[in-house]
Every structure is written in structure tokens, then in C-alpha cells.
């Protein structure tokens, strides 16, 4: 039997040519439905990654009106540094005239001359006491003067007290200063052991606290501290400088600048994620054409836009109240039409800015608002639990199966060729016998055909 090293030889039929068609036509059918089961998928992936993003990059938006002091926002200008003014954004307008004409300051305490910071004092308890404030310090024979300042300084109940030591020429001096302001809170330092006299009861008053006097339209304030809270309802003034005579100006509004760029920026976004929703669900062209996450999200978020919003009591609970309306197109805009008994959008909005802000801001941050209710109704798409979340999941999980699909294919090939490759190695075989025997009849024949003519 001849040696065969490749099909078909010792045949002289395209064996290698037919076991590659038996292949092919076991592996195209499966290749291309893979092929387009992965593209189909990797598209879907893409779609739903976009409708996401777009989702989160609008929720950014909506979680920033849906918060209670969002439109309560106030400009505050004041003439001078002399104060310093903030608002919880709910205070009234107004104009105001401060006047500043006496700072709150603590106490500072001065003790008797020391030859130098190494002297000791004696031993006891240093009681030290402003208001209501009080801690204790014991002093132990060997501590010197440096030794007694940094364990007031490092006490624990130290309510604000700093000692220091002062070495001048005419000697060293530990210097007790406090923090704690007002009248009623002058910083003593008393001792029931004589031997602590010295930077006890022998100190001197190198300054007195006292209280923070303003005027506020001529109405005088005295606190312990220099801040004054609702003083002006809803307002907090602290003074930094004393300016007797020259009084600053307070100025007050609410900031309809602000609001208007927040609601501009919810029209906006609105907007961006309803062009990103009609190209991802384009019948023909889009990733997600007829998908019912696509269809559902539109609808609702549209419906929330034009239905009024419940549970508040003002004159305002719709967009469409403050001028905001939605078009043909179903985009968000500030309508430009007015007639006879309805001002344009642009009226309608500046109105209810100038007037109802309040009101404004219900109709987005309230319970039932706008940005309340569709930023809720997005999370359960978008976080991590959500369905849209799910569905990135789940499609990973397919497109990798795919690869093990492919794994699988190539070892049922790999197998299928195997044993293609015996089968017709054994045809081969028998046909190249066949071929051996036939020659040898033909030679054969041949010798006795030749004989005969002889």
C-alpha cells in the first residue's frame, strides 16, 4: 500500500477539497448567526449605555432643583467690610443701615514679674473661670512658669483659654487670654493654695471683656458675641470693624438670576435628553428603534411636564403657569405667543420669578413636584438595581457567552474534521488499492495481449 501524506493521493480524487466544503458548510451557518447575534447585541449595549448617560446627565439636573432651598437663593450686597451678612435665602427684601460701635473682645490677664520663665511658683489648683466656663489646672512644686503654661494650653476642658509668657526687661510675666467674649465674661484665675498668688490672685487686667454693640436702623443691639443672628429675620450680621458714623448698607433680593439659569438649565436638559431618546428609538436607524424602556421614559417624563402639580395652595402648580410649554416637537420652550387675556411665556416667567419665587420653587422641590417625581421615576432606571442597569448586565452576559459559543464551534469542528480525515484517509486508502490492483490487471493484460501477436 502506497505511503499517503496527504487525502487524495494515492486516489487521485480532491479529498482535502472536499473535507474543507464538509467543513464550511457545517461552520458558515453557525459563524454568521454568531456574527450578527454579537453585532445585534454589541448595538443594543451601545444604545442602552447612551440612553443612560443621558438619563444621569439629566437626573444631575433634576437632583439640583429638587432641592428644598434651590430657588431660595438671595443676593446680599453691602457697602463696606465692616460686616459681613448671610441669609438662609428666606429673608425680605430690603435696604438696612448698620452701624458698628463697639466689638466684642475677651479678657487678658497679666500675672506678677518673675526673674525668669525656668521660676517655680508653688503647688495647688489654678481654678480658671469666664461666665460659665470653668476648668482646673493642678500645679505641682517643680513646674516653672514654662512648665504651668503648656498644661493650661494642653488641658482638656480648656474652654479658650491661651497662656503665653511675656520676657521683658522688667521680667517674665505668664499672660492668660480668653476667647470668650462679652460683658459677663471676664476671665478670673483664682487658687485656694497662697503659694499660686503670684499668677492668681495678684494678676493685673491687661484687657476687659465686653460686648458687641450695633445699630441696626437706629435700633441698638448689644450681644456677648459679634455675631448677630435675626437681628433682621432670617439674616446673620457679623461685625468685623467699628464704624460709629459711618454706617454700612444691607441690601437684600431674592436672586431671580439664579433661578431663571436653573430653570433654563432644566429646559435645556429636558430638551438634550428627548433629541438623545428620538435618535436612539429612530424606526429605521436608531439602536433601541422600538424599544419600550424608550417608549415608557418619554411618556412619562413628558406627562409630568404637562400636568399640574398637586398639593400646593398657591395661584401657581404648573410650568405652563410660569410660561414654560410644550411644542409640537415635544421640546420644552418659553413660549413666545400671548393674546388679549394670556401674557407670552417670557411675561408670564419673569412674573412669577419676580413675584411668586416661592411658589416657583414648589412647583419643582415640592413632594409631588416636577424634579422630585422624575428624578425618582429615572433612579429606578439608572441606579444600580435599575432596569436599564439590568440590562447592561444581562447583555454583557450574553456577548460573553457568545465567546464561549465560538470555543465550542471550533472544538466541534476541530472534531468533526477529525474524523473526516480518518474516513476518507480509509476511502483513500481503499481506492488507491483498487488503483494498484487495476494497474497490475491492465499490465497484465497487457503481457498476454502482446504474447498472442507473437
Do not use: C
Amino acid at each position: 500500500m502506497p505511503n499517503i501524506t496527504s487525502l487524495g493521493i494515492g486516489s487521485g480524487l480532491d479529498l482535502e477539497g472536499i473535507v474543507t466544503a464538509f467543513i464550511d458548510a457545517e461552520a458558515i451557518p453557525t459563524e454568521i448567526r454568531l456574527q450578527e447575534k454579537e453585532e445585534r447585541l454589541n448595538v443594543e449595549l451601545s444604545g442602552i449605555g447612551s440612553f443612560k448617560s443621558a438619563l444621569s446627565t439629566f437626573n444631575t439636573t433634576l437632583e439640583k432643583l429638587a432641592k428644598d432651598d434651590a430657588f431660595n437663593q438671595q443676593t446680599i450686597a453691602v457697602s463696606t467690610e465692616d460686616v459681613s451678612v448671610t441669609t438662609n435665602g428666606f429673608a425680605s427684601n430690603g435696604e438696612f443701615s448698620i452701624e458698628v460701635q463697639q466689638l466684642a473682645q475677651g479678657s487678658r490677664l497679666k500675672s506678677a514679674a518673675f526673674a525668669s520663665s525656668a521660676d517655680t511658683v508653688g503647688s495647688g489648683t489654678l481654678t480658671l473661670t469666664a461666665g460659665a466656663n470653668t476648668f482646673d489646672v493642678a500645679i505641682d512644686a517643680a513646674d516653672d512658669l514654662s512648665a504651668i503654661r503648656d498644661k493650661i494650653n494642653a488641658q482638656s476642658e480648656n474652654f479658650g483659654v491661651t497662656a503665653n509668657i511675656i520676657n521683658s526687661d522688667a521680667g517674665s510675666y505668664l499672660v492668660y487670654s480668653s476667647t470668650v467674649t462679652g460683658l459677663a465674661n471676664n476671665l478670673t484665675v483664682t487658687t485656694s493654695d497662697a503659694s499660686l498668688d503670684n499668677i492668681s490672685t495678684n494678676n493685673t487686667t491687661e484687657q476687659t471683656a465686653s460686648d458687641a454693640i450695633i445699630v441696626v436702623d437706629g435700633n441698638t443691639i448689644t450681644k456677648e458675641t459679634n455675631e448677630f443672628k435675626n437681628v433682621i429675620e432670617d439674616v446673620t450680621i457679623t461685625a468685623k470693624k467699628v464704624n460709629t458714623g459711618a454706617p454700612a448698607t444691607l441690601s437684600i433680593a431674592q436672586d431671580e438670576e439664579n433661578a431663571k439659569e436653573l430653570i433654563n438649565e432644566f429646559v435645556d436638559g429636558f430638551n438634550a435628553l428627548m433629541d438623545n431618546i428620538t435618535g436612539l428609538g429612530a424606526p429605521k436607524l436608531g439602536r433601541l428603534a422600538f424599544d419600550p424602556n424608550i417608549r415608557q421614559v418619554k411618556q412619562k417624563l413628558t406627562d409630568v411636564v404637562i400636568n399640574s402639580v398637586t398639593g400646593l395652595t398657591g395661584s401657581l402648580d404648573s410650568l405652563s403657569k410660569i410660561g414654560i410649554d410644550l411644542n409640537k416637537e415635544g421640546k420644552l420652550e418659553v413660549s413666545s405667543f400671548s393674546d388679549s387675556s394670556l401674557p407670552s411665556g417670557s411675561d408670564r416667567l419673569d412674573a412669577a420669578l419676580k413675584d411668586n419665587l416661592d411658589q416657583v420653587g414648589e412647583i419643582f422641590a415640592s413632594t409631588d413636584g416636577i424634579a422630585t417625581q422624575m428624578t425618582s421615576f429615572i433612579d429606578t432606571y439608572i441606579d444600580s438595581s435599575g432596569v436599564l442597569t439590568s440590562r447592561e448586565t444581562s447583555l454583557n452576559e450574553q456577548i460573553s457567552n457568545i465567546g464561549q459559543e465560538w470555543t465550542e464551534l471550533e472544538e466541534r469542528l476541530r472534531s468533526y474534521e477529525e474524523t473526516l480525515r480518518k474516513r476518507f484517509t480509509a476511502l483513500d486508502a481503499t481506492l488507491a488499492g483498487y488503483n494498484a490492483t487495476a494497474e497490475y490487471v491492465k499490465s497484465s493484460l497487457s503481457n498476454i495481449t502482446g504474447n498472442s501477436d507473437d
